[in-house]
């Protein structure tokens, strides 16, 4: 049974950090690609950053790109996304999610979800 468990969410300033990590069982993180999805109030989700499950190619919307680096942990079966100098438009629940193609977490879709942590960008 497939499990994504999200943490590290929070209330953060503008320009500030914060790491979001996400807890794989079920499987390896071999076996799926895995990424983040975001979803803010009345907008459409959003594939943040994900890595392929083959050959490790990361990649990230144009939105993050320089700002967010996401890497994993095989010995701990974790994903982590580390986001810095944070706006107020990357409010938003972030979501875990897995899936078979890569291509599908780029575009905001998967077979697997977490729960959602709840990120909050305000002064």
């Known amino acids: 049974q497939v499990q994504l468990v999200e943490s590290g969410g929070g209330l953060v300033q503008p320009g500030g950090s914060l790491r979001l990590s996400c807890a794989a069982s079920g499987f390896t993180l071999d076996y799926y690609a895995i990424g983040w999805i975001r979803q803010a109030p009345g907008k459409e989700r959003e594939g943040v950053s994900c890595?392929?499950?083959?050959?490790?190619?990361?990649y990230y919307a144009d939105s993050v790109k320089g700002r967010f680096t996401i890497s994993r942990d095989n010995a701990k079966n974790t994903v982590y996304l580390q986001m810095n100098s944070l706006k107020p438009e990357d409010t938003a629940v972030y979501y875990c999610?897995?899936?078979?193609?890569?291509?599908?977490?780029?575009?905001?879709?998967?077979?697997?979800w977490g729960q959602g942590t709840q990120v909050t960008v305000s002064s």
């Open positions: 999610a897995a899936d078979s193609r890569v291509t599908r977490l780029r575009v905001g879709e998967s077979s697997y």
């Open positions: 890595i392929s499950k083959s050959d490790d190619r990361t």
